[in-house]
T-cell receptor, first 112, second 113 residues
Framework: AQSVTQPDIHITVSEGASLELRCNYSYGATPYLFWYVQSPGQGLQLLLKYFSGDTLVQGIKGFEAEFKRSQSSFNLRKPSVHWSDAAEYFCAVGAGTYKYIFGTGTRLKVLA | EAGVAQSPRYKIIEKRQSVAFWCNPISGHATLYWYQQILGQGPKLLIQFQNNGVVDDSQLPKDRFSAERLKGVDSTLKIQPAKLEDSAVYLC???????????FGEGSRLTVL
């Protein structure tokens, strides 16, 4: 069975600083990988996804993520954080049998 | 394209009462999921449907939770009787193909007093 670990519960960065959110997964084959963002009182919005091919994927709002098979990781990055990026971020793993599992989330706080 | 619709957005009930949540997925999406998200946690899968059949309900507390997806379109999640620990946001999501991302509704927030 697949699993997802987001080791950082909270991260605080200053506006304009770079950001990296960590995600590690466990799955026997190549998984489908996702990053979602959730603002308070809202549903989850897809930032980016990886299915196959180029291991560096670009998403919306200037985010990117890199799939590293050797490290079982799919870390999310952004070169310059904006105050509006403050939210909760979830990494998710999808397996071929339709099952999609989410991590516990990382709450991002942005300092002005 | 219309997104995933959920209702009600908010519900407050007393413990031992019942509640039902409704979800209408994006048109044409065969796979539908219900997730439970407790405050401060990630979404936890309760049940997933492929058309009107259940694919996985291994984490659904079947003594109090039930879900159906008649005709393979919209779905209802019911809790009866509710407990305090059922206070959470219930998220519905749908997916078109494999591979494919999940599209989420805005959720139904349940408070059990």
């Amino acid at each position: 069975a697949q699993s997802v670990t987001q080791p950082d519960i909270h991260i605080t960065v200053s506006e304009g600083a770079s950001l990296e959110l960590r995600c590690n997964y466990s799955y026997g084959a190549t998984p489908y990988l996702f990053w979602y963002v959730q603002s308070p009182g809202q549903g989850l919005q897809l930032l980016l996804k990886y299915f196959s091919g180029d291991t560096l994927v670009q998403g919306i709002k200037g985010f990117e993520a890199e799939f590293k098979r050797s490290q079982s990781s799919f870390n999310l990055r952004k070169p310059s954080v904006h105050w509006s990026d403050a939210a909760e971020y979830f990494c998710a793993v999808g397996a071929g049998t339709y099952k999609y599992i989410f991590g516990t989330g990382t709450r991002l706080k942005v300092l002005a | 394209e219309a997104g995933v619709a959920q209702s009600p957005r908010y519900k407050i009930i007393e413990k031992r009462q019942s509640v039902a949540f409704w979800c209408n997925p994006i048109s044409g999406h065969a796979t539908l999921y219900w997730y439970q998200q407790i405050l401060g946690q990630g979404p936890k899968l309760l049940i997933q449907f492929q058309n009107n059949g259940v694919v996985d309900d291994s984490q659904l507390p079947k003594d109090r939770f039930s879900a159906e997806r008649l005709k393979g379109v919209d779905s209802t999640l019911k809790i009866q009787p509710a407990k305090l620990e059922d206070s959470a946001v219930y998220l519905c999501a749908s997916r078109w193909g494999t591979p494919g991302e999940l599209f989420f509704g805005e959720g139904s927030r349940l408070t059990v007093l």
